[in-house]
């Protein structure tokens, strides 16, 4: 008989654990709360509009069609995606417009014509940072970071004969500074530290290879949307046996001392060999273990920054807007003062829209496009009243008709709203912070929460709020890091 395991949650992290699990072997249950998988990617549907609500940029595509191998099937024959030309496009509050072109060459020659940037300077960039990449994106990303044997393997080795190259000792603003003449192509590198909800003014610099994966690797787009990445791997892990059950929370995991038991739902006991969790880990402890201390890690990681967001269908098109687009903030070193020490939202925001149908043109009616309508935000303390809400509503769209010259609410014909709170009431994310802890100090790799409990042998964690970090890369390796584990102590006992 098959052992059994069994995953807490249907994020991207939990689909990828439940496919790499099924190849391993185990009958797999995955239990969700909510009424469809995908957890913080997710889509809405209405009016003819369909939006992707969670991550809306793809890199590291391979590691979705690595997934989709090793459930069995092709994915070139059943998950198709595009490269974008233009990365993004940059509004800043002088009237400039910039393209972030994928093309390398062609990024750096359009910074030095729009900047007045030395093309050697934007050269030297990208070639550091994907050098940083190249160097630690096996310790840092794909393997369990925190433990002793993972620095004393290969890759921990080659990192600590150049951990000089790691650039930890600067904040990735004043890296930034030191490498651009430029204050806006500074400010363009900084938002890299908003990819995992940080402080670019205080996280260090190496999180700036961050930006290697979109200049230098490439930004991609899901022919069918965000959400299709869900779908395809819900669909392959469904084949692989794997049994996903809908509107079923996990109400306790049990434990006795140190040995797994299982899960109660419904006052109900489930046994199982394994549990992986893929629900936010402080809520987890909170809610599902509450009779465990909160690891001390925890208590003192400072969080993440959230996110409100404007879901918008338009009656209108944009032909100057592209699927990715920014709307700097005039002084981007107040915004991040306020949302990590202040706790507000900010009164000129910057402004990131995306648009699925630039690329997706079934996700909107002829004529029209759906936009998400996102700024970064403070983790909720207690702060977003309606009349907040309500504040920040106005200022975006100020902000939106200030640097498109356009009236944008008489084009809102469908909208809605998410913000912290209902982050937190969706997907069980503390505070709505959107990647559990931010990494606003050189101490925050050690601090993120390990794959596998210290104590509870068979009791393993995914997602974006533990190592090695949010987003659908880092959620899809920290699934591959558990099944590593597991298929170790399968090797062990044979």
Not at 51 to 57: N, R
Request: hydrophobic share 35%.
């Amino acid at each position: 008989m098959n052992k059994k395991a069994i995953i807490i949650g249907s994020g991207i992290g939990g689909i990828s654990a439940s496919i790499h699990l099924s190849k391993l072997g185990y009958q797999v249950d995955v239990y969700e709360q909510a009424e469809k998988p995908g957890g913080k990617l997710n889509e809405i549907r209405e009016g003819g509009f369909r939006f992707d609500t969670g991550p809306s940029l793809f890199t590291l595509p391979n590691l979705v069609d690595n997934l989709i191998e090793l459930s069995g099937s092709s994915s070139k024959d059943i998950f198709k995606y595009d490269k974008l030309e233009n990365v993004c496009r940059y509004y800043f509050t002088d009237g400039t417009v910039f393209n972030a072109w994928s093309d390398t060459e062609k990024f750096a020659s359009e910074a030095s014509r729009v900047f007045n940037e030395p093309k050697s300077n934007v050269e030297n960039y990208l070639n550091r940072v994907k050098e940083m990449y190249d160097l630690s994106a096996d310790l840092f990303i794909f393997k369990p970071f925190a433990r002793f044997s993972t620095l004393r393997s290969k890759a921990g080795k080659k990192v600590a004969t150049k951990i000089h190259k790691l650039d930890m000792l600067l904040s990735m603003h004043k890296r930034n500074k030191r490498s651009f003449r430029s204050k806006k192509l500074v400010q363009l590198f900084n938002r890299y530290g908003t990819y995992n909800g940080s402080n670019p003014y205080k996280a260090p610099a190496t999180l700036n290879m961050i930006a290697h994966l979109e200049h230098n690797d490439g930004a991609f787009f899901p022919e069918k949307g965000m959400y299709s990445i869900v779908t395809t791997l819900v669909d392959r892990a469904k084949a692989m046996g794997v049994k996903f059950h809908f509107n079923k929370k996990v109400d306790r995991v049990l434990v006795d001392g140190k040995k797994l038991i299982g899960v109660e739902i419904d006052h109900e006991k489930i046994e199982a060999d394994k549990v992986i969790s893929d629900m936010d880990v402080t809520n987890f402890y909170k809610h599902l273990m509450p009779k465990k201390k909160l690891p001390l890690r925890l208590k003192i990681m400072e969080k993440s920054s959230s996110a409100i967001i404007f879901y918008l269908g338009i009656n209108r098109t944009f032909p100057d807007l592209d699927v990715h687009n920014i709307l700097f903030a005039d002084n981007y070193k107040e915004e991040f003062d306020y949302l990590f020490k202040r706790k507000r939202t900010y009164h000129d925001p910057t402004v990131y829209i995306f648009i699925s149908n630039k690329s997706t043109k079934t996700d909107a009616p002829s004529g029209c496009e759906n936009w998400f309508v996102m700024i970064n935000a403070p983790v909720n303390i207690g702060q977003y009243t309606e009349e907040v809400l309500s504040d920040v509503r106005a200022n975006v769209l100020k902000k939106i008709n200030s640097m498109l010259n356009v009236d944008i609410e008489s084009h809102i014909v469908f909208e809605e709203m998410g913000n912290p709170i209902t982050i937190e009431e969706k997907t069980s994310s503390a505070g709505g912070a959107i990647y559990g802890g931010s990494s606003n100090s050189r101490l925050s790799a050690f601090l993120r929460h390990p794959n596998k409990h210290s104590k509870i042998k068979d009791l393993h964690f995914v997602g974006g709020s533990v190592h090695p970090g949010g987003g659908i890369p880092l959620c899809i390796a920290s699934a591959g890091i558990v099944a590593e584990d597991i298929k170790n102590e399968i090797i062990d006992q044979q």
